[in-house]
C-alpha cells in the first residue's frame, strides 16, 4: 500500500503521504500551516500593560511615574479586552519603553538619593552637611521634552490652550507652602508677555464674559488660541485638589510658553526677556510698563551713563531682525511696483478718454509744432495761468472717480474687515472708574487700537478733554456729567468687540438694565435659534460694512417665511390669470384645492421614498440614521420652547425678574 510512497483514502477523499522519519501518515499541506501560538504572547496582551507592571520594570514610585508621564505626554489607554480586569490601569507598551529611555529617570533617582541624604543628616544633627547638599541639590531641564512633544512651532500654537489656562490661574493663585512665591511670579510675567504681543499684533478676535472667568480667543499664526482667565478676586485653596498634579502639568507648561514667548517676540523684533519700567509698575500699570524697542534705548541711555553705549548697541541689535528687515524692504518693492501698474492703467484710460474726446487732436498738434517756439517765448497770460489751474482741478477730480472704482473692491473690502481688529476704537480716549476690571479692559481696549487712563495716570485726570468714552458700573454717576463724552457700562466694550463695529451706547448707558450679553463661541447655524439682539447686532454690521454677518456664516433667516411669501406670490398669479380667462371665484376655490391636494401626494411619495430607503439601509447605518433624527428631533423641540417663551415675554404673559428667572402669569 506505501510501496509508491503516496496513496489514497476512498473514505475521506484526501492524498496522504508517507513520512520516512516518523513512521505515520501526514498531510500534504501541513508544512504550510502556521504555527500555533501560546496564550499572551500576540494582541492585546503585548501591545498593553498595567500600570504596577509599568512600576516595577521602571523601578519608580507612583508619583515619580505619575509626573514623568505628565512631563513626557504619556496617559493611560483603553484596551478592547480587559485581560487583567476593568478595575486596572492600561498603557501602551511602546509608551513605557519610550520612558525607560529619558535622562528624566536618573534625574528622579538622584532627587530620591538626595533626599534621603537631607534627612540624614537632619536626623543626626550635621548642619554643614546639610548646608552643602542643599548646593548639591540635582537639576533638571525640560527644555529636550519641549522639541520631542512639539517638533514645529504651529504645533505649539495649537496646543497653547491648556498652558495657557494653568498659566493665567496660577498667576491669581495666592502663595502657600505648597505653592512657592517665585511660580506665582513667573506665571504672572508670562501671561503679561503673551497678552503684550496679543495686543501688540491686534491679533485678538472674541471675548466673553461667564460665570467662570473671562474668555478670549486670539489668530497667532492662522491658528485659533482660546483660553481662560479668572476675575480678579481673592481665590482660595481647595483642599480636595491634588495641587502636585497640576504644579506637574505647570513644570512644563512654564518652559513651553518660555519658547513660545521668545519665538513670539523675535517675530516682531522685540529683546526677550522684555525690558520693564519698574515706575510705571509702581503706578498700577501692567501691559503698558513693557518698553518698546525705541523706548527701551532712550530710558536705558538715560539710566547711567558709565553703560550707555553697550546697552543701547545690545538693545539695538536684539530690535532689528535682519530678517524682518527683508520681509519690509520685499513688501516696499512689491507696494511701489503695484502702485506703478496701477499710475500706468490711470496713464492709459486717461489718454484713451482724451482721444474719444479730441478726435482731431493729433492734427491740432501738428499744426502747433512750428509755433512752439514763439509760444514758449512769449510770457504767460494770467488768463493762460487760469485755464491751466483749471485743468489741474480736473485731472484731480478723474484721478478721484479713478480711485472710487477701487472702492468697492474685494480685496480693499477685505482689508477694511480686517483693520476693525487694529482700528475699532482708535479715535476713543477711555476712562476707567474704580469699579470696572481694570486689568481686561486694558488688554482688550489697548488690542484694538484704544487709549486708556484711571485714577493714578501720569498727568492725566478725570476732567481731562480728550476722554471721550468714560466706563462706569454704577447705578449713576457721581459728579457732574459732561456733555463732550460717553457715559457707558463695561460690557458695550465687549459687545462692540464681538460685533466688530461700535453698537450706539444708547442700550449701554448709566443706570439702564444691559441687553443680553451673547457669546461669540456659539455658532447659532448649528443651535437653529437667532436671539432677538444677535439680529440687531448684524444689522449694525450691515450698515457698517454693506453685508450681513449671519449670511457670511450661512445662516438662513426666516426661511419658512420666505417659502410662504413665495407661495402666496404664485398663488396670487394664478389668481390674475384665471380672472383675464373668466374664471371667477368657484373656479379659483377649485384650482386652489386642486394645488394643496398635488402637494399633499407629492409629500406623501417622498416620505414613502425616504421610507424605503431607510428599510434597505444595514441595520448599522440605519441605528446612525435614527440617531441624526431624533437629534433633530430635540433640537427642535429645545427652538420651539425658546421661540414660546420668547412669545409669552413679547406679549407680556411672563417677566424677568429681579434673579434673571422667568415668571409665568
Known amino acids: 500500500m506505501f510501496a509508491g510512497g503516496t496513496s489514497h483514502c476512498p473514505l475521506f477523499e484526501q492524498r496522504l503521504t508517507w513520512d520516512s522519519t516518523v513512521p505515520r501518515l501526514v498531510h500534504k499541506n501541513s508544512g504550510r500551516m502556521g504555527r500555533r501560538l501560546k496564550k499572551g504572547n500576540a494582541g492585546n496582551a503585548v501591545n498593553y500593560i498595567t500600570r504596577n507592571q509599568a512600576l516595577k ?57 538626595w533626599k534621603r541624604r537631607v534627612k540624614k543628616a537632619k536626623g543626626k ?29 504651529i504645533d505649539a500654537i495649537r496646543d497653547l490652550d491648556d498652558p495657557l489656562c494653568l498659566a493665567f490661574l496660577f498667576a491669581r493663585m495666592p502663595s502657600n507652602i505648597k505653592i512657592h512665591a517665585n511660580r506665582v511670579e513667573h506665571c504672572q510675567q508670562l501671561a503679561q508677555e503673551f497678552q503684550y504681543y496679543v495686543v501688540k499684533t491686534n491679533a485678538l478676535r472674541k471675548v466673553f464674559l461667564s460665570v467662570k472667568g473671562i474668555y478670549y480667543q486670539a489668530e497667532i499664526f492662522g491658528q485659533s488660541v482660546t483660553w481662560l482667565v479668572p476675575y480678579q478676586f481673592t481665590q482660595s485653596h481647595v483642599k480636595n485638589v491634588d495641587y502636585k498634579v ?6 512644563f507648561y512654564e518652559v513651553l510658553l518660555s519658547f513660545v514667548n521668545f519665538k513670539l517676540f523675535n517675530t516682531i523684533g522685540v529683546a526677550y526677556p522684555p525690558v520693564i519700567d519698574t515706575l510705571k509698575v509702581s503706578r498700577g500699570e501692567s501691559l503698558t510698563a513693557i518698553q518698546d524697542p525705541a523706548t527701551s534705548t532712550t530710558t536705558v541711555a538715560t539710566a547711567t551713563t558709565t553703560a550707555t553705549t553697550a546697552t543701547t548697541t545690545t538693545t539695538a541689535t536684539t530690535a532689528e531682525d535682519p530678517l524682518l528687515k527683508e520681509q519690509k524692504e520685499a513688501s516696499k518693492a512689491r507696494i511701489q511696483s503695484l502702485n506703478a501698474a496701477l499710475s500706468a492703467i490711470k496713464k ?24 512752439s517756439d514763439e509760444e514758449d517765448s512769449e510770457d504767460e497770460s494770467p488768463e493762460k495761468k487760469a485755464n491751466e489751474s483749471d485743468d489741474d482741478e480736473a485731472n484731480e477730480a478723474d484721478g478721484e472717480d479713478d480711485m472710487d472704482v477701487f472702492k468697492d473692491d474685494e480685496v480693499s473690502v477685505l ?50 478733554e480728550r476722554i471721550t468714552h468714560q466706563l462706569v458700573d454704577r447705578p449713576k454717576i457721581l459728579g457732574v456729567e459732561k456733555m463732550t463724552r460717553e457715559y457707558v457700562q463695561p460690557q458695550w466694550v465687549y ?30 447655524t448649528t443651535t437653529g435659534y437667532i436671539p432677538e439682539y444677535r439680529l440687531q447686532l448684524d ?46 371665484e368657484d373656479d379659483r376655490k377649485g384650482a386652489a384645492k386642486r394645488n394643496r391636494d398635488a402637494k399633499a401626494l407629492a409629500k406623501e411619495d417622498e416620505a414613502e421614498q425616504l421610507e424605503t430607503a431607510e428599510a434597505l439601509l444595514p441595520n448599522k447605518k440605519r441605528r446612525i440614521l435614527q440617531q441624526i433624527k431624533y437629534g433633530k428631533k430635540m433640537k427642535a423641540g429645545e427652538i420651539s420652547k425658546l421661540e414660546e417663551k420668547k412669545q409669552k415675554l413679547t406679549t407680556g404673559k411672563a417677566k424677568i425678574n429681579q434673579e434673571g428667572i422667568i415668571e409665568y402669569k
Open 495 to 524: 459687545d462692540s468687540i464681538n460685533a466688530r463695529v461700535r453698537i450706539p451706547t444708547d442700550a449701554y448707558a448709566v443706570g439702564k438694565k444691559l441687553p443680553p450679553h451673547l457669546s461669540p463661541f456659539v455658532d447659532d
Open 415 to 464: 482689508r477694511k474687515k480686517q483693520e476693525v481688529y487694529s482700528t475699532l476704537f482708535k479715535d476713543c480716549v477711555f476712562w476707567l472708574g474704580r469699579e470696572v476690571p481694570k486689568e481686561s479692559l486694558e488688554f482688550v481696549i489697548l488690542s484694538f487700537g484704544g487709549t486708556i487712563y484711571w485714577d493714578g495716570s501720569a498727568g492725566v485726570t478725570e476732567d481731562d
Open 246 to 251: 497640576m504644579l506637574s502639568f505647570l513644570e
Open 539 to 584: 444689522e449694525y454690521y450691515k450698515q457698517e460694512y454693506g453685508e450681513s454677518l449671519l449670511d457670511s456664516k450661512g445662516i438662513v433667516v426666516n426661511e419658512a417665511s420666505e417659502d410662504e411669501d413665495d407661495d402666496d406670490d404664485e398663488e396670487f398669479e394664478n389668481e390674475l390669470a384665471a380672472e383675464k380667462e373668466g374664471k371667477y
Open 57 to 113: 520594570r521602571l523601578q519608580l514610585s507612583l508619583p515619580q511615574f505619575r509626573k514623568l508621564c505628565i512631563l513626557k505626554g504619556v496617559y493611560p489607554r483603553q484596551p478592547k479586552k480587559f485581560l487583567k480586569g476593568r478595575d486596572k490601569t492600561y498603557y501602551l507598551k511602546k509608551d513605557i519603553l519610550y520612558l525607560q529611555h529619558d535622562p528624566l529617570m536618573q534625574k528622579f533617582r538622584d532627587h530620591e538619593i
Open 348 to 371: 492709459d484710460g486717461k489718454a484713451a478718454k482724451n482721444s474719444e474726446s479730441d478726435p482731431d487732436s493729433d492734427e491740432d498738434s501738428d499744426d502747433d509744432e512750428g509755433d
Open 125 to 153: 544633627n550635621m548642619p554643614h552637611e546639610l548646608a552643602a547638599l542643599k548646593e548639591r541639590r540635582p537639576v533638571y531641564s525640560l527644555n529636550h521634552l519641549v522639541r520631542e512633544r512639539y517638533p514645529t512651532f
